[in-house]
């Protein structure tokens, strides 16, 4: 990440330092130009903005996070901006926490197509260029899947073209587009041509696994049409089967973060503030889940911190993660003092600590220290969810190659195992993984519930919880009931998309109008997008 410092500043001086409307006089030598600029300097960017776009305060930790159960808070006091998540409920930020998906992740688009313009017709950059429109194609994919019809084809082209208000396009016709894009750009990836010279991820600018990667985003797209287009889901993921998707966790993408050069994970920033370290809780679904399971992963995840409300607010304090004693926080729960306080759950432990140092929360299970590291990784596609969705394919009849029981194996031990990307802490050998992986197999006639739980549990783990949302809205499992507190925004269901930024309606008003007017009950919290039918 350290080489893509200046990146931000190379962009404007691409816009700025060549013209021919200037004397030489006033023609900065220092400054870049089209002709000189390294568009590989553009490749870290795109995928830390990418990763980015869905980690921390950008939307993810403080709605999906605890829409799908996995996290949950009483949302009192100093972190009050979670009842957007647990109770779907508005805070003071909403409208600009809702927004933040949308610009990063365009700004990691923009970002690609930057690139894609600088490497074409540079034969010894064709591999960049093809990279470029792969990172495009995961970017605007992920704003649809969370917003519904986005600007698509005239997006990105304010500066090629002139276009500062696109139009947007429906989801149904983004998707055939992407899918389409997609297969022309990973086909023409050559691992006997030149490499990227600036990969974040662990790739290293290996084009083998840039082909992977490219064939595992095809399948995820692919099988996010399994309810609207079940063809179209058949033809590209037999497709990405044959062409070769991830192997084996050294395929996973992920990136490291860099806390001390700028580059900072917005999970652990978010973890590491004590009003949050303290509010952030283990969803009582998630830990019954992993309990229920014997997962081994539950001792590794899950502390519940020392009695006390001061060592419930430190984040350097470590608690007790012996697997038997964990206990997920109920969603849906307060401090308030009424019939949501959360001393009136059933099965309420009671507090820890005395005086006023006592804190009713203090026997929940809250994530271990690892998940506080501000340098540490972002998953954005892994070998686990890969593995899951090739088992359901194959559940489903697609020749994708191998029995869903197979893959359904590969993907148990391959998620436990990519945990260790957090450290030495979090890690977990491989042959208590496979052994574990061995004694949980698919059963046949609970197949898709079975890999679906495992699918939301295992990017949960990840912290990838917009993507444990999108494939819940896509298979329906976990099967979840709904919070419906008080005063919420969306009628006591589980929100299914976010709204659009507000600054749409003001700023591209004709074409924001027509999208929401698309949208089968508004630009609200529980409309539906094409694929969530």
């Known amino acids: ?93 909403t409208n600009s926490y809702l927004a933040s998906s949308w610009n990063t992740d365009f700004g990691a688009a923009s970002f690609a197509y930057e690139m894609e313009q600088l490497a074409a017709e540079k034969p010894l950059l064709s591999n960049l260029k093809n990279i470029a429109i792969i990172m495009q194609i995961q970017s605007l994919a992920a704003i649809s899947d969370i917003y519904g019809d986005i600007p698509y084809s005239e997006a990105l082209k304010a500066k090629s073209a002139g276009l500062i208000l696109p139009v947007y396009d429906t989801q149904e016709s983004i998707y055939k587009s992407m899918l389409s894009r997609l297969e022309t750009a990973v086909v023409a990836l050559d691992p006997a041509g030149a490499i990227p010279t600036n990969d974040a991820f662990t790739y290293k600018g290996d084009i083998v696994k840039w ?29 990405a089967a044959k062409g070769g998707t991830f192997t084996s966790i050294s395929d996973d993408a992920y990136i490291m973060t860099d806390e001390a050069n700028g580059y900072t994970n917005g999970n652990g920033s978010a973890l590491s503030t004590p009003a949050d370290v303290y509010q952030v809780r283990w969803s009582k679904r998630l830990i019954d889940y992993l309990k229920e399971n014997d997962d081994p992963r539950l001792g590794k995840i899950a502390e519940v911190p020392q009695a006390g409300l001061a060592a419930n607010q430190s984040f350097d304090k470590a608690g007790n993660s012996t697997p038997a004693i964990q206990m997920g926080l109920p969603n849906g729960y307060d401090l308030n003092g ?31 220290q690892f998940y506080r590291d501000r340098s540490g990784p972002l998953y954005v596609l892994t070998y686990a969810q890969t593995e899951l969705l090739l088992a359901e394919a194959a559940t489903r ?79 329906g499992f976990p099967e979840l009931t709904p919070v419906n507190y008080v005063g919420n925004f969306s009628g006591g269901q589980i929100p299914r998309r976010q709204p659009y930024p507000t600054s749409e309606a003001t700023l591209n008003g004709v074409n924001y109008n027509a999208a929401v007017g698309r949208l089968n009950g508004g630009n609200n919290w529980v409309s539906r997008s094409w694929w969530d039918k």
């Open 397 to 475: 009849g697609f020749a994708v190659g191998g029995t869903a029981a197979a893959h359904y194996k590969n993907a148990v031990s391959a998620g436990i195992q990519s945990l260790s990307y957090f450290g030495a802490e979090a890690s977990i050998p491989a042959a208590t993984a496979n052994a574990y992986a061995e004694a949980h197999p698919l059963v046949e006639a609970n197949a898709l519930k079975q890999i679906n739980e495992q699918y939301w549990a295992t990017t949960g783990m990840f912290f990838n919880f917009v993507e444990a949302w999108n494939n819940w809205k896509r298979s």
């Open 211 to 239: 082909k992977k990667y490219g064939y595992s985003l095809m399948l995820k797209l692919a099988m996010r049409l399994t309810k609207v287009d079940l063809a179209t889901a058949k033809t590209y993921a037999e497709k």
């Open 1 to 93: 990440m350290k080489k893509s410092i200046y990146t931000l500043a190379l962009i404007g001086l691409i816009q700025f330092g060549c013209t021919d409307n200037f004397d030489e006089i006033n023609t900065d030598p220092t400054r870049s130009s089209e002709a000189s600029f390294d568009a590989n300097l553009l490749l870290p960017s795109i995928q830390y903005k990418h990763a980015s776009a869905t980690a921390g305060y950008n939307g993810s930790i403080l709605f999906q996070s605890m829409w799908v159960k996995i996290l949950a808070s009483t949302t009192s006091g100093a972190a009050s901006y979670y009842s957007n998540a647990d109770k779907y409920v508005i805070s003071s930020n």
């Open 338 to 368: 009424g019939a949501t306080d959360i001393t009136k759950a059933p099965g309420y432990p009671g507090p820890t600590g005395s005086g006023a140092d006592v804190t009713p929360i203090g026997n929940y299970s809250r994530p271990t």
